[in-house]
Nanobody, 123 residues
Framework: QVQLVESGGGLVQAGGSLRLSCVSS????????IGWLRQAPGQDRELLGA????????YYTSSATGQFTLSRDNATNTLFLQMSSLNPEDTAVYSC????????????????WGQGTQVTVSS
């Protein structure tokens, strides 16, 4: 079972930026598609975007496009989520999820999940 550990969350003022990291324990990390998700209080978990194993392909929801950017470093088994122009509505627990195989924007296709990191945006 792969372990995913997120970090980089915290408190940021509206308009600010944060970069989140997700480290995977899987030796074959480069074969995993990774998705970034968030869950705000009282809301369902939302898939923001996903990146293919090689990093060649990235996909985003319409709401995430332009504000969030995924990247990965397979040499260090690390995935990054760069967030910009944050606003209080972006306050949520952000987590990464993995699946071996083709990248997909279907949330339920991911079978390994991290615990998440809290991001709080103050107005």
């Amino acid at each position: 079972q792969v372990q995913l550990v997120e970090s980089g969350g915290g408190l940021v003022q509206a308009g600010g930026s944060l970069r989140l990291s997700c480290v995977s324990s899987r030796r074959t990390f480069s074969r995993d598609a990774i998705g970034w998700l968030r869950q705000a209080p009282g809301q369902d978990r939302e898939l923001l975007g996903a990146i293919s194993g090689t990093g060649t392909y990235t996909y985003y929801t319409s709401s995430a496009t332009g504000q969030f950017t995924l990247s990965r470093d397979n040499a260090t088994n690390t995935l990054f989520l760069q967030m910009s122009s944050l606003n209080p509505e972006d306050t949520a627990v952000y987590s990464c999820a993995a699946r071996t195989g083709v990248v997909t924007m279907t949330r339920t296709s991911y079978d390994s999940w991290g615990q998440g990191t809290q991001v709080t945006v103050s107005s």
